[in-house]
């Protein structure tokens, strides 16, 4: 069992920067493939960032690669969004998700590949 819970989020500036956190419960932190997805209003939770287990494994949405990065200390139970550049369509609550598999697990996008969930951060980018 997994809890997620994350914090960071804000009104920030189009063009600034901000990072989002999720921090996990447990001890087995470091054997789930880690993820964020967001959601904007009416519309549905997209993917947004994964990464493996110890992090050396990325991937990200067509819409945010090169402006966002996801990251992770196991130490701290922790990942990490960085995103930089915002831009007015990333508004969204943003959602920290867990995910069991193997060491190599990667490229999992859709929100039934993923076990555990938080309950999300705001993120608003004024113009």
């Known amino acids: 069992q997994v809890q997620l819970v994350e914090s960071g989020g804000g009104l920030v500036q189009a063009g600034s920067s901000l990072r989002v956190s999720c921090a996990a419960s447990g001890r087995t932190f470091s054997t789930y493939r880690m993820g964020w997805f967001r959601q904007a209003p009416g519309k549905d939770r997209e993917f947004v960032a994964g990464?493996?287990?110890?992090?050396?494994?990325?991937y990200y949405a067509d819409s945010v690669k090169g402006r966002f990065t996801i990251s992770r200390d196991n130490a701290k139970n922790t990942v990490y969004l960085q995103m930089n550049s915002l831009k007015p369509e990333d508004p969204s609550v943003y959602y920290c998700?867990?995910?069991?598999?193997?060491?190599?697990?990667?490229?999992?996008?859709?929100?039934?590949?993923?076990?555990?969930w938080g309950q999300g951060t705001q993120v608003t980018v004024s113009s």
């Open positions: 990464c493996s287990w110890s992090g050396d494994r990325t």
């Open positions: 998700a867990a995910g069991s598999g193997t060491r190599g697990s990667y490229g999992y996008t859709r929100l039934s590949e993923w076990n555990y």
